[in-house]
């Protein structure tokens, strides 16, 4: 049985890696997820985990070292934040091709510049096209969650891709919270032994990863790669669903709050869900009729059931906390209004930007934001597509 | 230690049918060391022309488990394997009838330059490895441009000879003494010209427990502008001229292994390859002459700090 206990976000983080023991970490330290290599070093230090830490002089190389350490047949789990994500780019996309389950929670943190070490999803949004899966946390709970379901569904044989577990720096990584984990067996059970799949240490069958592809088979070997990762929204669904049934939370692709009957919907990720649900409620109690859409995945984009969703709604405010520049708005206000584009009947749609830095979103902002839904419901009228929330212009 | 005949016989890691241009130093680089070492072999490759010419899909010429990921990080790979080794290992995941060993290789570009953080980082950390460094002296997979290994005065394409400037206006970095700074069990000097010495440097490398590290110049003909028979000969004359010298630094002792019987002038070694041909000009001839007294002045250095073992063949 689960017992509830007090962590904040980072030592959530690292508790759900202490009971996962992978083989190996490799990692380097940035703020907000300074804690999590922290933590870990100390379970090693006395001896409660025995997973081998290569202490990596830089995320490039942690990240190399953590696609050594997959193809050589384990578990393997890093954490890193902003400019840490950043460094480790040109191997986010070579981790995913060569399809290794490898677990990077990301404390989100802006990117520099101006260097800025607060929370904000300019790293993930960044790292959106390099091939993983990334799954959103809304707080410590759905951060042990989203870590635990992760490694089942980078490890499945359908899959075989690397996953980002989310989570807002400072915000949910170092505010405590109070949550539910589950004993250190059930979760050994829940996650099953590694299956090693073509290791470079079997030296009976040889391998050679990382060949290189010319225009005869690359755009092939891609078309494999983005098949993989559209499959995956299986398993996460199913591995969703038992998560459920073993301990009592079951996770989709999003959460609708109060949504089904809303006319007026926000969509967000990330520690913001929390924000919106208290006005939700309390609007709610003064008879409007709004309603939250809190993403989980972002990628695979589940693009038809947010279409479901969301295409009888009359207004639409999708909140980005990243700036996408010089595009119509945040990317993921631009997935959401891709998604609804085809429907027959679909809500306006409008974008907000919000939290870059930091900075802080306040019930306010989202009264402010669903009081503009209903006055583009009765003008008819959007001023701005793209707004931004506290902010001194 | 070894004699060439069994070393012959061993078996072929690195099979023909691969890519590299005639003549090319890399391959026989690493026949010759894979050919010391009993044991399996796990290899992370650094981009640059051994990886490219070697591994074109659905090909590859390996005969050992073998990964290129990106072209800076051979050692950080590497150290991630050897890592996951060790767990599997202790976990009693795997249990291996021999050790494996473990080998990152990178040319000069990929160890002096771009992979020098995460070489360096690995070999602090300590990690069971062999990084061998094929070196020839400038970034060959893309077309030959200048590297921190390539000689004062060379041409390259980045360092081209024109009115004003005459070739690469810096002299090389001694990546060898900053491994020794590194305090590793193992670092050395070689090349294939002196097949001995690289086969014991290479069995010595493996047999320690830890980090070591093997330079290796390695020649390209295609870059170097001389023909495709003449590598090794001319590799020859670096010894000769103590522009190459091999020695070892074994757990902080140095020893040279070759002392030329009659050191040749620096000349010797430059004439017989194009990059260097406008050395020779009139006017460049002061240039010669600074790289004569960096040779000779770094020889002498090595001399004061080391004992004389051959390993002549
Ligand atoms: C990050 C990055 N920068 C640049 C390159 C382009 N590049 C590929 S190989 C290479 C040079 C390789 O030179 P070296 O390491 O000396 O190996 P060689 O080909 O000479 O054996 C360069 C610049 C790359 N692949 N990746
Ligand atoms: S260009 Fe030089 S290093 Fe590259 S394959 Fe040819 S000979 Fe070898
Ligand atoms: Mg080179």
Redesign the pocket.
């Known amino acids: 049985m689960g017992k509830r206990v007090v962590m904040t976000g980072n030592e959530t983080v690292a508790e759900a890696v202490r009971q996962i023991n992978p083989d190996v970490i490799a990692a380097y330290p940035i703020t907000p997820s300074t804690a999590v290599v922290e933590y870990i070093s100390q379970y090693i230090a006395d001896g409660l985990i025995d997973t081998e830490f290569v202490t990596a002089e830089s995320e490039h190389s942690a990240l190399s070292a953590c696609i050594g350490a997959a193809v050589g047949g384990g578990r393997v789990v890093n954490a890193t934040s902003g400019q840490g994500l950043a460094l480790m780019w040109?191997m986010l996309y070579i981790a995913s091709a060569m399809r290794l389950p490898i677990i990077l929670a990301v404390i989100n943190r802006a990117l520099s510049g101006p260097i800025n070490i607060h929370g904000d999803h300019s790293d993930t949004m960044g790292a959106r096209d390099c091939g993983w899966i990334q799954l959103y946390s809304e707080d410590c709970q759905e951060v042990y969650d989203n870590i635990l379901q992760a490694v089942r569904i980078s490890e499945h044989i359908d899959v075989r891709i690397p996953v980002i577990v989310a989570l807002d720096g400072f915000i949910t990584s170092h505010a405590i919270e109070t949550l539910e984990t589950e004993g250190d067996e059930d979760v050994r059970r829940f996650i099953g032994d590694y299956i090693p799949l073509n290791s470079i240490l079997d030296i009976k069958n040889i391998v050679t990863y990382g060949a290189i592809d010319f225009q005869d088979y690359y755009f092939e070997h891609k078309r494999h790669q983005l098949e993989g990762l559209h499959k995956s929204a299986e398993v996460i669904k199913s591995v969703g669903k038992e998560f459920g049934k073993t301990f009592g939370r079951e996770y989709g692709f999003f959460e609708g709050y109060r949504l089904d009957d809303a006319e007026y919907a926000i969509v967000v990720m990330n520690s913001a869900g929390g924000t919106v649900k208290t006005v939700i409620d309390d609007l709610r109690d003064k008879g409007r009729k709004v309603g939250l859409l809190k993403l989980r995945i972002f990628r695979p984009f589940p693009a038809i059931g947010i279409a479901e969703a969301l295409k009888t709604k009359k207004v639409v405010a999708v909140l980005d906390r990243t700036s996408s520049a010089g595009a119509q708005g945040g990317p993921l206000f631009n997935e959401i209004r891709s998604a609804l584009y085809n429907e027959p009947t679909r809500p306006k749609a409008v974008n907000y930007i919000y939290g870059l830095g930091g900075k802080d979103l306040t019930a306010e902002h989202i009264r402010g934001v669903y009081e503009a839904l209903e006055r583009i419901d009765k003008s008819r009228k959007i001023d701005r597509l793209v707004d931004y929330l506290n902010l001194r212009e | 230690m070894a004699k060439l005949k069994d070393l012959a016989l061993r078996e072929e890691r690195l099979i023909g049918g691969h890519r590299l241009c005639p003549g090319c130093g890399?391959s026989i680089v690493i026949r010759q060391i894979l050919r010391t070492v009993e044991n399996p072999v796990v290899i992370a490759n650094?981009?640059?022309?051994?990886e490219?010419c070697t591994t074109v899909f659905p090909y590859s010429a390996w005969k050992t488990p073998w990964i290129h990921s990106?072209?800076?990080n051979a050692a950080a790979t590497v150290s991630g394997i050897e890592a996951m080794y060790r767990a599997l290992k202790r976990r009693g995941k795997i249990k291996p009838e021999k050790e494996i060993k473990f080998m990152a290789i990178?040319?000069?570009?990929?160890?002096y330059?771009?992979g020098l953080q995460s070489l360096s980082g690995a070999m602090e950390r300590g990690h069971n490895m062999v990084y061998v460094c094929?070196?020839?002296e400038?970034?060959?997979?893309?077309g030959g441009?200048r590297?921190s290994?390539t000689p004062y005065g060379a041409y390259t394409t980045t360092t081209p000879v024109g009115k004003i400037k005459k070739g690469k206006q810096q002299f090389r970095k001694d990546l060898t003494q900053i491994m020794v700074s590194h305090n590793i069990p193992y670092v050395a000097q070689t090349s294939p010209a002196r097949w001995k010495d690289l086969t014991d440097k290479a069995k010595k490398a493996f047999d320690v427990e830890g980090p070591a590290f093997l330079n290796v110049l390695?020649v390209?003909p295609t870059d170097w502008k001389i023909p495709t028979s003449m590598g090794l000969r001319i590799t020859q004359l670096a010894h000769d001229t103590c522009f190459w010298p091999l020695y070892e630094v074994e757990n902080g002792r140095y020893k040279i292994n070759y002392k030329p019987k009659k050191k040749l002038p620096i000349e010797e070694w430059l004439k017989p390859q194009g990059r260097f041909k406008h050395l020779f000009q009139p006017e460049n001839r002061d240039i010669i002459a600074m790289l004569q007294e960096d040779v000779d002045r770094k020889w002498e250095e090595l001399n004061r700090l080391a004992t004389y073992e051959s390993s002549t063949a």
């Open positions: 040109e | 890399h650094a981009t640059g022309c051994l490219v990106a072209f800076e990178g040319g000069d570009g990929g160890t330059d771009i094929n070196d020839n400038a970034y060959m997979n893309t441009q590297s290994a390695s390209c």
